[in-house]
């Protein structure tokens, strides 16, 4: 039903649909997809693997997550969505699209995923009544995953600028408050479910929950939000996976960082 709903506002309705930035398109090109004219069907294909892949990480992350199966898969669908709704509003400040543009592309895709995660929350969740693994100053998680995101894409962007020529556009490099405001804005969203989902897991080893968290979860949403672009625009596969990996290694030395502190906080030995 959600995907249904999905596919049919974006492809039965034209103004609904997702237009790349022409800028790109005029430098690069349209992608083999589009030339070939199966741009709709890899669409449908990428819809429907989203929604399963969704799935397949709440039943990992509500495992010890306080809270009633369906809050929680709602809760995690709106995270997917906001992260993508954050993306879209980098395509108006790095890319040259328009702001409305951007916000009808939110919210044409937040709905869907919030709706989809209440689903596999029912479907697949269960109820917690309480969990005894709780995250110590949840406000330091934030605050150190948001730097870490910031300051690791920010240098990597810079760097690596220069090897992806057009299609470096894609990489985010911050050359302006407001692109930093966004980019600060999405470290603190990722970081604040971090302090939710650390604990949710069953993994004992710091390293394996910080790991599944930055590249499982972030870094699957990150990147697969930017690998629409290869459906639309041919050439920038590669810009598209280092923007992914960047943001979801600034993640995770973030999440290692809080964890260090944490234990040295609660005087407990690190278990990595």
């Known amino acids: 039903m959600t995907l249904a709903g999905w596919v049919l506002i974006r492809l039965a309705f034209p103004p609904l649909d997702y237009s790349p930035p022409q800028r790109l398109v005029d430098d690069l090109g349209p992608s083999w997809f589009v030339t070939t004219g199966i741009r709709q069907p890899v669409k449908i294909v990428y819809v429907t693997i989203t929604l399963i892949v969704i799935a397949l990480q709440f039943k990992v992350v509500q495992e010890r997550w306080p809270g009633r199966r369906a809050v929680k898969g709602l809760i995690f669908g709106t995270w997917f969505g906001v992260v993508w709704s954050l993306g879209f509003l980098t395509g108006w400040a790095f890319l040259g699209t328009t702001l409305r543009a951007e916000i009808v592309n939110s919210v044409v895709d937040l709905i869907p995923l919030a709706f989809a995660g209440w689903l596999v929350g029912i479907a697949i969740g269960r109820d917690v009544p309480r969990s005894e693994h709780r995250t110590t100053k949840p406000w330091l998680a934030i605050f150190l995953v948001a730097l870490g995101f910031v300051a690791v894409h920010a240098l990597a962007a810079t760097r690596l600028a220069n090897l992806n020529?057009?299609?470096?556009?894609?990489?985010?490099?911050?050359?302006?408050?407001?692109?930093?405001?966004?980019?600060?804005?999405?470290?603190?969203?990722?970081?604040?479910?971090?302090?939710?989902?650390?604990?949710?897991?069953?993994?004992?080893?710091?390293?394996?929950?910080?790991?599944?968290?930055?590249?499982?979860?972030?870094?699957y949403c990150w990147t697969w939000f930017h690998l629409f672009f290869v459906i639309e625009i041919a050439g920038v596969l590669p810009a598209v996976l280092l923007v992914g990996l960047t943001g979801a290694l600034g993640v995770f030395a973030g999440a290692l960082c809080y964890e260090w502190l944490a234990r040295v906080i609660t005087g407990r030995s690190a278990n990595m």
């Open 165 to 219: 020529g057009p299609a470096s556009t894609l990489l985010l490099v911050p050359t302006s408050p407001l692109h930093l405001v966004l980019l600060t804005g999405l470290g603190v969203w990722v970081g604040g479910m971090y302090a939710i989902l650390r604990s949710g897991p069953r993994f004992e080893r710091t390293l394996a929950r910080a790991a599944f968290f930055a590249f499982g979860v972030f870094g």
